[in-house]
């Protein structure tokens, strides 16, 4: 009897080891085909350099490089390492008895084993590089449908969206480019045993917070409050630490330099409250004419007073006070309820609860009030088009023909998309104008909360850096213990540049410099926990898109303008918290309530 094929099928991809060639297990597969109706895609030669051009030294370390940035494109074009047809590297000066590229490449593969071939090459572009490494791969493609109203991201604000929709009776598809949902709600387990901690989002509050609070009721979460016990620890401009009770005022090194720095965040929180929401008036244009930091010198802010709006500008939005219109950080505040507000961790303010399932519990449950199998993921949208008769969206999974189509993207992510006819002027503009922070917040976990000992509340705020601004984000009853350090802004790019283990060592060193004054011995973390949203091909920054000057004065009116048939939410457009969870529900209320009063205006 003839021996059968060895045969694997996954999704995407069959690979086939034909009778009478050599064993290629684990490595390779001699033959792969698609499998079913796909969509083809191809890669360039990937080589092991950074976003910047740096070249590391040695093959052992470009291979891990070329691979990651392998994995961006396959993701980019919502493909998966398993929907790999065909790989093809080249390397040079191969050693077939020191085979330095084969532990790194089945790690990437994890099994999966495409049809392979290796070239070995005497030089590549230039003399630095070593290893290249392309890929096709093919993706399960749908037939074309049609339906009411394509969602484009499975956020909050897009999951929002779909559910007002369906609930009156409207039939919509949510396409979400990763392979979860949930956008900037992102909880992990780093040690397991439901001890989830949020790289994204994490706050919230039951007061004036009703819509995410409400959400979190109905889909029966439980939450945990803010702690604030104890005293926060202030690290200065020249590097020195104290402490000050929560709630209080820290005393200062600079002459004058705690009067002054109050006096600067008294002056934001009474004009960011003064500020018409709806109207713009000619102060808030000469607001939108300065940075923020222009602002505060005019103003007299003096070195620790700018360093205060530093840490409010890293910690609230991932950004430096000079990349932001003086007018954009006002009305944030202004949205947010002020600026006192949005930074109090107490009842009313933004950050008073956590959940200790993560927040993303919140987009799994919303998920599950929807119609089965109305969320596609892995399937970014590259393509919008609209005239008369309706719209046609194509995504890397399938293409659908529709009514309407709600755009729930970060706003600097439209240009991901093409649409046609072009997004009108403004729109354009705003897109290409608006600008996302650099946040990582690394979750460091340990056996306790070692800090609470020495009457310490968890809370940091440093004007040098690396970090930020710390948090206790432990939830007790759980033995889930831990502190969230902000790595943002100019601090948070500069750590970026280092290897993940250079970072958390940077992390740890600070962590040591800000307690050890304070904590006799500070035990070594359980585990740490981070996400790069700048690097996150889906998010490119984090936590809330905003403007420099020039911006909102001219074009802000066009952020949720209605474009023929497509329609934009997400939390930037938000009246009311916006850059928050509560403000990202919101927004999707108001895109599907537009959607629905236009869908029903067009049936009389």
Not at 159 to 183: F, M, P, W
Request: aromatic share 6%; proline share 6%; charged share 20%.
């Amino acid at each position: 009897m003839p021996s059968i094929p060895k045969v694997k099928v996954n999704p995407s991809v069959q690979t086939i080891d034909p009778h009478q060639l050599f064993d290629s297990r684990p490595t390779f597969s001699h033959v792969a085909t698609s499998n079913g109706p796909s969509r083809l895609i191809i890669t360039a030669g990937q080589v092991g350099a950074d976003s910047t051009g740096n070249v590391p030294l040695g093959l052992d370390l470009q291979v891990p490089l070329a691979l990651e940035n392998l994995t961006r494109c396959l993701e980019a074009a919502g493909a998966k390492v398993t929907d790999i047809i065909k790989l093809t590297y080249y390397i040079v000066g191969y050693d077939h008895k020191n085979r330095i590229h084969t532990p790194h490449l089945m790690k990437f593969l994890n099994s999966h084993r495409p049809a392979t071939t290796l070239v070995p090459v005497p030089a590549l572009v230039t003399p630095d590089h070593l290893f290249e490494i392309e890929a096709t791969a093919a993706i399960p493609l749908s037939p074309t449908k049609e339906i009411d109203v394509v969602v484009v991201g499975a956020g909050l604000s897009g999951l929002q969206t779909a559910y007002d929709l369906q609930k009156a009776g409207i039939s919509c598809v949510v396409l979400e480019a990763r392979d979860r949902v949930g956008g900037k709600t992102y909880s992990v387990e780093p040690i397991g045993d439901g001890k989830a901690v949020d790289v994204g989002a994490a706050w919230i509050n039951d007061t004036n917070q009703a819509r995410v609070h409400a959400l979190t009721k109905k889909l029966g979460l439980e939450t945990v409050i803010q702690n604030t016990v104890g005293n926060v620890i202030q690290q200065d401009i020249d590097g020195s630490v104290s402490t000050f009770a929560y709630g209080g005022v820290p005393t200062l090194k600079e002459v004058n330099g705690t009067e002054n720095m109050v006096q600067i965040r008294d002056l934001v929180e009474d004009l960011c409250q003064k500020l018409d929401l709806y109207k713009l008036t000619p102060a808030a244009h000469d607001l939108d004419k300065l940075n923020f930091e222009e602002f505060i010198k005019s103003r007299g802010g003096e070195k620790s007073a700018m360093a205060s709006a530093t840490v409010w500008t890293r910690a609230m939005l991932g950004l430096e006070p000079r990349e932001l219109s003086a007018l954009f950080f006002l009305d944030y505040c202004n949205r947010g309820g002020g600026l006192l507000q949005m930074r109090s961790d107490k009842r009313n303010g933004g950050q008073y609860m956590r959940l200790p399932q993560g927040t993303q519990s919140l987009s799994l449950g919303l998920t599950k009030l929807l119609k089965p199998d109305t969320v596609i993921l892995n399937s970014p949208v590259r393509l919008i088009q609209q005239d008369k008769a309706g719209a046609y969206v194509s995504s890397a999974r399938g293409d659908f023909k529709c009514r309407k189509v709600v755009v729930s993207v970060p706003t600097p992510l439209y240009k991901e998309i093409v649409f046609e006819p072009p997004l009108p002027k403004g729109k354009e503009e705003v897109s290409s104008r608006t600008i996302l922070g650099d946040t990582v917040k690394a979750m460091v976990m340990y056996d306790s909360p070692w800090w609470r000992a020495a009457n310490l509340c968890g809370m940091v705020q440093s004007f040098k850096g690396p970090i930020s601004v710390t948090r206790d984000s432990s939830v007790d009853h759980l033995n889930q213990f831990s502190l969230t350090c902000f790595l943002v802004g100019d601090p948070g790019r500069q750590l970026s540049k280092m290897s993940k283990a250079e970072r958390h060592q940077a992390v740890l060193a600070h962590l040591h410099a800000l307690f050890s004054p304070f904590v006799p011995s500070i035990p070594e973390p359980i585990a740490i926990a981070e996400h790069e949203w700048a690097k996150d091909q889906w998010a490119q920054g984090c936590p809330c898109p905003a403007t420099p000057p020039g911006v909102m004065s001219e074009f802000g009116d066009a952020l949720k303008m209605v474009w023929g048939k497509v329609h934009f939410v997400g939390t930037e457009t938000a009246v009311k918290w916006k850059g928050y969870m509560d403000g990202a529900i919101e927004s999707g209320e108001r895109g599907a309530g537009e959607v629905i009063q236009s869908l029903n205006k067009a049936k009389l």
